[in-house]
């Protein structure tokens, strides 16, 4: 397995299921309001120390504040994610193809694609 490689989540719409949003944003914890960031693995973690809000993807929860959550915290689906990872241009140049390669690879094994 490779080592995580992190990039911080902004510009990028809410993925989760749907959630009619296109509006990028930049993601915060709602534990602690620090920045949430995206490993190539398919982890999400924020930016406190000591890890504790970190976890797979797949059963991280979402919340961009449009009406559609009413308040709630929703996962993101297979083609919720993928399509705003399509839409985070500016996310996929920074981190490479290779990095956005292994990234579907790792959300297809959670999601059993
Ligand atoms: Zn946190
Ligand atoms: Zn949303």
């Given amino acids: 397995m490779s080592k995580n490689v992190w990039v911080k ?3 990028f719409k809410c993925p989760s299921k749907h959630c009619t949003s296109k509006k990028p944003l930049k993601w915060r914890c709602a534990k602690d309001d620090h920045s949430v960031y995206l490993s190539q693995r398919g982890i999400i973690k924020c930016g406190s120390k000591g890890d504790q809000h ?6 991280w929860g979402w919340n961009c504040g449009s009406e559609y959550h009413k308040g709630k915290f929703n996962r993101a689906d297979f083609e919720g994610f993928t399509f705003a990872v399509s839409q985070a241009v500016q996310l996929m140049d920074k981190m490479g193809s290779q990095w956005v390669q292994e990234l579907m690879g790792s959300i ?3 999601y059993e694609r």
């Fill in 9 to 11: 989540l902004k510009e």
């Fill in 108 to 110: 297809g094994k959670q």
């Fill in 54 to 59: 970190r976890g797979d993807l797949s059963r």
